[in-house]
């Protein structure tokens, strides 16, 4: 009942929540889950980064850029993830990743891609979960406009991509406040903006699709100057997790990756496989009236990696 009454008390600021600066500081500050894969693995570890963010006392929000269930957003994997999240005492942001409603299971016990009718059980499921209005929603925070965008193609070829539906979604509440800086939370980083040897770099399901109609979208609403994903694994001591040059979209959008929560990142530009590993590292997003300031903390170390605070200004 506890934790019930938890989640419920996080759904609820949630849904109020329209930040602004105070008397007491000048900036917002968002911090970036991605890719729990709850349960997984570094469970302690998992619970232990949830517990420093509570402790975090200027944090008015924490959005989870996707894949929040394991493997195949199951019963059990949801459940999993609300008892872990009831932990938080934040206002919670999500929106889905491709393992919370791509997959089921096939007659040979195999995971494989689901068809439409169970991808929408799964998003309905994720839905309810969060207590969540829909798939998608805005939020502003200070001058800034915030858009939660879930994957929710239901017969995509690709691992994250918006349905139709979304995409005309994001037209529209990009155009109704034309003088508020955008920001964009999606499973998956826009094309180009990852380069190394490894699986991830040039594969259309790693990045956001429909590929050509965002391009189109994003050059008709230059608003939008950051773009914050997961989905790729790349650890912060990555050279490609804050590259200035390789992160930046069509010479406007910056690109901003968050490692994974799992423990199975690509650690080296020059990794072709995943490495195993015990370390968790989350971005934090300062918003300030003129610009946003990006860091990311170690939570092994308990410590801030100073090299990689980066300065965008809208």
Known sequence: ???????????LLWAGAQAAWSAERDYVRLVVFSDTHLPGRLIPEKRKAVDTVNAWDDVDGVAVTGDIAQGRGTPEEFAFAKDFFSRLKKPLYP???????????GPDGKTRKAPPEVRQAKLESFRKLFGLPGLRYSR???????????????????????????VAWLDAELGRDPDAPAIVFFHAPLEGTIESRNEVTGVPSFVAQPA??????????????LWVSGHTHIGAVNPRFADAKINLYDGRVHQVHSSDMDGR???????????????IWTNSLYLYPDKVV???????????LEGLTREFRP
Not at 294 to 304: I, R, S
């Open 294 to 304: 990006v860091k990311t903390y170690d939570h092994k170390q308990g410590k801030w």
């Open 95 to 105: 929106i889905t990743g491709n393992h919370d409603f791509i997959y089921d299971q």
């Open 140 to 166: 502003k925070f200070g001058r800034y406009l915030c858009l939660f965008v879930s994957a929710d193609d239901l017969d995509s070829p690709f691992l994250a991509a918006m349905s139709s539906g979304t």
């Open 265 to 279: 990142s690509y650690l080296s530009a020059d990794d072709v496989t995943t490495t195993t590993h015990d370390t």
């Open 212 to 225: 050509p109609g965002l391009r189109e979208l994003l050059r008709r609403h230059p608003k939008v100057f």
């Open 1 to 11: 009942m506890k934790e019930s009454l938890s989640l419920l008390l996080s759904v």
